[in-house]
């Protein structure tokens, strides 16, 4: 059998003239006269076949006249160069096996399908290209994430996922029988990073967390990847930088990637849109925010949080990504420091993605304070017997900090322009969805 090789590397140019051996999954076809068109996926990318009747033995052009969409197959030929081709090359075919025929009426037709069928046949609808190419971005944003917080001294650390006090308020806490007591599935790592600062220095996770959603909106998930930094010695401008650093690193590194590159231009995303952010972004302040509404002719109270309508509202006006700082006090989980300077708001920044998108990141300074933590856990009717351990860091050895978490899934649907969330990882959980 002639070498086994990737389409990805066939389809970066090299092979050419070779003769080379694929192996796959039949992602489409169609036969006109004497030529199939096989296209073939492996996982690496997908890449046009022919097979010309007077090529192939008779027996062999039959096998192909009658494979079935999404067989698993391995075929041989060499490959040329041609522009007519998806992707500019393709395989003349001299030989092909079928290693396991796939039933007929393979449910993803060549069609349009409804959201809801494709989100109850999720297990087939990620083998289109479509979502091979975000999964694929996807992969790439948080390897490139890995690479700039290891490089800048970050140690990755793990937090529990099963929990007793919340850390973002009651209503999306979702409750599991842990055998004779209730527990619940975290919504952040916050409370247990605040603890690890102290062993580790500058640490970040990359985990799922779990929020129990109860509005359908095309920015939720009931479990959603979550990638948190957090950072002693370090204030609410600090933080900012941080921020504002690796997602420029990460924005560049996928636009840097041929194949990202690619993946992003075919989901519609120029990739040179990614390459002109660079840091500082903007920064303005929630009070500046309530005006720009309320002179746009949008109601918005000062002291509620910033929703949707008022996010996509906002968002329009920018190209790039900003940041939106000191957000009331009211508006903000309890751990967030009131500015010394004017408490009733607090240290911190949500960062907000262009485009109608909205708020991509949470963070902020930290409360380093015992009096102030549990003036605040007062004033949030939290009961300071469920945070003891949390409050424990205040007495021993606090330090002003700061820290973030970023929405993976809201951050890849604004960098690939997706309408939903949902198409922003393989299994979405939803209100109304945990199947498949
Ligand atoms: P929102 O106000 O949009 O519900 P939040 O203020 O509750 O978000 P944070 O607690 O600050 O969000 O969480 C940090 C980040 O995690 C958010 O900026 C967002 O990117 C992401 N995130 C939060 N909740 C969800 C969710 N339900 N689904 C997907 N991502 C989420
Ligand atoms: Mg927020």
């Not at 929020?211 to 401008?237: G, I």
């Not at 040179?272 to 509404?293: G, S």
């Not at 911190?348 to 109608?356: I, N, Y």
């Amino acid at each position: 059998m002639p070498q086994l090789v990737e389409i990805s590397q066939i389809l970066s140019g090299k092979y050419v003239g070779e003769e080379v051996t694929v192996r796959g999954w039949l992602h489409n076809r169609r036969s006109s006269g004497g030529i199939h068109f096989l296209m073939v996926r492996d996982g690496t990318g997908v890449i046009q076949c022919t097979m010309k009747k007077d090529r192939v033995s008779a027996e062999t052009f039959e096998v192909a006249k009658k494979i079935t969409m999404e067989s698993t197959i391995e075929l041989t030929g060499v490959v040329r160069e041609d522009n007519r081709a998806p992707g500019g090359y393709e395989i003349q075919t001299s030989d092909l096996r079928v290693i396991y025929r796939a039933e007929e009426g393979f449910p993803i037709a060549k069609k349009y399908h409804g959201p809801d069928f494709l989100l109850d046949n999720r297990h087939l609808w990620i083998r289109s290209q479509k979502m091979q190419r975000i999964l694929r971005i996807r992969a790439r944003f948080l390897k490139a994430a890995r690479e700039w917080l290891d490089q800048n001294g970050f140690t990755e650390f793990h937090a529990p996922t099963l929990i007793t006090a919340a850390c973002e308020g009651g209503a999306t806490l979702f409750s599991v029988k842990y055998f004779d007591r209730e527990a619940y599935l975290t919504q952040s790592w916050q409370l247990y990073a605040e603890a690890a600062i102290a062993s580790l220095g500058k640490i970040y996770t990359i985990a799922p967390s779990f929020r129990a959603e109860k509005s359908r909106t095309r920015r939720h998930l009931t479990e959603f990847w979550h990638l948190e930094v957090e950072v002693p010695w370090c204030d609410l401008e600090g933080i900012m930088r941080i921020e504002e650093e690796m997602l420029t690193y990460i924005l560049h590194r996928l636009v840097e990637d041929p194949i990202a590159a690619r993946d992003l231009g075919a989901l519609g995303r120029p990739p040179k849109d990614l390459l002109r952010i660079e840091p500082p972004f903007p920064r303005i302040t929630y009070d500046e925010v309530v005006k720009i509404l309320n002179d746009d002719g949008i109601r918005f109270e000062w002291g509620n949080d910033l929703g949707w309508v008022e996010e996509k509202h906002l968002t329009l006006k920018f190209d790039k990504p900003f940041f939106v700082t000191h957000y009331p006090r009211s508006a903000k989980a309890f751990y967030h420091k009131p500015d010394p300077k004017r408490p009733e708001v607090t240290l911190s920044a949500d960062l907000l993605a262009p485009e109608g998108y909205g708020e991509i990141t949470g963070g902020g300074q930290r409360i380093e304070d015992l009096n102030e933590l549990l003036e605040r856990i007062k004033e949030n009717n939290l009961n300071p017997e469920d945070y003891k351990w949390y409050i424990d860091l205040r007495r021993y050895g606090t330090v002003p900090h700061s820290g973030f978490g970023l929405g993976v899934e809201r951050t890849i649907a604004w960098i690939c322009k997706l309408s939903h969330i949902r198409d922003a990882i393989a299994f979405p959980r939803l209100i109304n969805r945990v199947y498949p």
